[in-house]
């Protein structure tokens, strides 16, 4: 990502708007547009029937009336669940549909085996269309899968995602590759962003909603957060 893609410090908004409206479907995303986030993330998992649908969790029964793991659902069932005020669980081409370069848009990969490559021939399809390849950030946990879509997609961003902080600090960005690091509030260490910026890596922090803390990160150097109220860190 180019430094005219974002400002200074970037608001992205977690699971688009999940603090205003039910997390990972098209009215969070909407909404965590509408408030200006410059940037909405949200969860994709790749279906058996091959669909890449927005959802966090393995399981239905935290943010849907259905019940079991997503994977064992058939997809047709899954599509007429409720996931909160009426929506529906969105495919990957409806977010973006709707997000429509109105924002950048951050894709955590939450599954292996082939998600990486099917989201990779997805997002082909919109840069063909005209989506310029630093409007995506594509992110995981599971770095072998954030390799394999690297290897399919080497022209979009990829941020790896960290949940404590590594022996070689910020290491990992750079054998990936990866434009940044994303990593959890609860770890963030001086000397990981310092590394980081060293070497040409943005930082990210998740998931920052109390104002105080935001300008503490910003102060610290970190490029943004990932917020579940955006409209509270652009204010900051």
């Known amino acids: 990502?180019?430094?005219?893609?974002?400002?200074?410090?970037?608001?992205?908004?977690?699971?688009?708007?999940?603090?205003?409206?039910p997390e990972n479907t098209l009215l969070?995303?909407?909404?965590?547009?509408?408030?200006?986030?410059?940037?909405?993330?949200?969860?994709?998992?790749?279906?058996?029937?091959?669909a890449l649908l927005v959802f966090h969790d393995l399981s239905l029964d935290r943010t849907t009336n259905g019940k079991g793991r997503l994977g064992d659902c058939e997809l047709g069932a899954l599509r007429r669940l409720d996931a909160g005020q009426g929506q529906?669980?969105?495919?990957?081409?409806?977010?973006?549909?709707?997000?429509?370069?109105r924002a950048g848009a951050n894709i955590e990969l939450k599954t292996a085996e082939g998600t990486g490559e099917a989201v990779a021939a997805v997002l082909r399809q919109y840069l063909d269309a005209g989506w310029p390849a630093e409007r995506f950030l594509v992110s995981s946990f599971h770095l072998p899968e954030l390799w394999e879509f690297h290897q399919a997609a080497p022209e979009i961003p990829v941020a790896v995602l960290l949940g404590g902080v590594p022996l070689d600090w910020a290491g990992c960005a750079t054998e990936l590759q990866a434009a940044?690091?994303?990593?959890?509030?609860?770890?963030?260490?001086p000397r990981l962003v310092a590394d980081a910026k060293a070497h040409?890596?943005?930082?990210?922090?998740?998931?920052?909603?109390?104002?105080?803390?935001?300008?503490?990160?910003?102060?610290?150097?970190?490029?943004?957060?990932?917020?579940?109220?955006?409209?509270?860190?652009?204010?900051?």
């Open 1 to 21: 990502m180019s430094a005219n893609d974002h400002p200074d410090f970037l608001v992205i908004g977690h699971r688009g708007a999940r603090g205003h409206a």
């Open 28 to 50: 969070a995303l909407d909404t965590g547009i509408r408030l200006g986030a410059h940037w909405v993330e949200f969860d994709v998992q790749l279906h058996p029937a091959g």
């Open 200 to 236: 040409g890596r943005r930082v990210y922090v998740y998931t920052v909603n109390d104002p105080a803390e935001m300008r503490a990160l910003k102060a610290l150097g970190v490029d943004g957060v990932f917020t579940d109220y955006p409209d509270r860190a652009l204010r900051v």
């Open 180 to 189: 940044a690091v994303n990593i959890s509030s609860e770890f963030v260490d």
């Open 88 to 101: 529906q669980i969105p495919t990957l081409e409806e977010a973006l549909d709707l997000i429509e370069q």
